[in-house]
């Protein structure tokens, strides 16, 4: 099953209260990265308690596409204490292993903007984690979609996205196993995301579509 995350870039804490407006989709990813700095924890949990089941906290480095610089040992310390509070989290995995971030439960993530990596290399670090959902972006260079797909076949609950290529790769990906989908709601957090509705309509559609009986006969 593939989940529909509606990524939502959060400039200031009053952003927060659009998660009310975008609860269709299957979890809303707070992008905390769009803050000059983070918000004390109480704070934090006091203006999201309500939604805690439907929401991802991610506070991306700058290095894998995040907005602004966030101290790594605040970061640290504000994942730390939502693991505590079981709240869902994507941490990068390179940040994870220097900081000693717990994940399992939670996302833990690679992103190559710039170039195409081997699988080995991908391999070798994904494998270090157990028990979490493991997603990695990749930027549309050749060798891409053998990687992604490469990905899908050899592990479970994993996560692939190509980035800057047609947004219908990424619903071709969530269809040949890709556990998580992202979209945007307005405004691109990561390029080639379609509009979170849309892969909604897209992905209920082609639902649809398999389960009919006409289909299932051939």
């Not at 710039?114 to 997603?135: A, M």
Request: charge should be neutral.
């Amino acid at each position: 099953m593939t989940f529909i995350v509606a990524s939502l870039p959060v400039k200031k804490l009053i952003d927060l209260e659009k998660i009310k407006d975008l609860t269709d989709a299957d979890y809303v990813e707070l992008r905390l990265d769009y803050l000059n700095q983070l918000p004390d924890v109480h704070s934090f949990t006091e203006l999201t308690r309500s939604y805690k089941d439907k929401i991802i906290v991610t506070i991306r480095e700058k290095d894998e596409g995040g907005v602004n610089s966030i101290d790594p040992r605040v970061k640290s310390e504000f994942l730390k204490r939502l693991y505590e509070l079981n709240y869902l989290y994507d941490v990068e995995a390179k940040f994870a292993l220097k900081y000693n971030i717990p994940y399992e439960g939670k996302i833990v993530s690679l992103h190559y903007f710039d170039r195409v990596p081997p699988y080995e290399e991908v391999e070798e670090i994904l494998s270090k984690f157990t028990n979490c959902i493991r997603k990695v972006a990749v930027i549309a260079k050749p060798g891409y979609k053998q990687l992604l797909t490469k990905l899908l076949e050899e592990f479970n609950d994993i996560a692939v996205m190509p980035m800057g290529s047609d947004p219908l790769e990424r619903i071709a990906f969530s269809l040949l196993g890709s556990k998580l989908v992202y979209g945007h709601v307005g405004e691109e957090t990561a390029k080639g995301q379609m509009y979170y509705k849309d892969l909604k309509k897209i992905l209920s559609y082609v639902s649809m579509i398999i389960s009919s009986p006409s289909t299932r006969t051939g």
